[in-house]
Nanobody, 123 residues
Framework: QVQLVESGGGLVQAGGSLRLSCAAS????????MAWFRQASGKERAFVSA????????LYADSVKGRFTISRDDAKNTVYLQMNSLKPEDTAVYYC????????????????WGQGTQVTVSS
């Protein structure tokens, strides 16, 4: 059974940094696409970033480009999201998700999800 467990969320002041982690288990992960989405209160779940197997391709939402960095450690079955220069509008629950291959924006394209971790950025 595939399980994704996020960690690293919290409360931070604007301009600060956080690093999110998502540990995966239940199947081999080195070839799958791993992604981060976020959902702010009252809004739909939105694509943040994704990285394909072995890190061949990486994509970021325009809103986080230049501030967030996605990476993966296949030896640990873990994907990370380094978030710098955080803004109040980054406040959301952040979710990790996986799919077999490719990078797609819609949340519906991803097969497995974590439970989410709250990120709150104060002004």
């Amino acid at each position: 059974q595939v399980q994704l467990v996020e960690s690293g969320g919290g409360l931070v002041q604007a301009g600060g940094s956080l690093r999110l982690s998502c540990a995966a288990s239940g199947r081999p992960f080195s070839s799958v696409t791993m992604a981060w989405f976020r959902q702010a209160s009252g809004k739909e779940r939105a694509f943040v970033s994704a990285i394909t197997g072995s890190g061949r391709s990486i994509l970021y939402a325009d809103s986080v480009k230049g501030r967030f960095t996605i990476s993966r450690d296949d030896a640990k079955n873990t994907v990370y999201l380094q978030m710098n220069s955080l803004k109040p509008e980054d406040t959301a629950v952040y979710y990790c998700a996986i799919r077999d291959s490719g990078i797609y924006y819609p949340a519906s394209a991803y097969d497995y999800w974590g439970q989410g971790t709250q990120v709150t950025v104060s002004s």
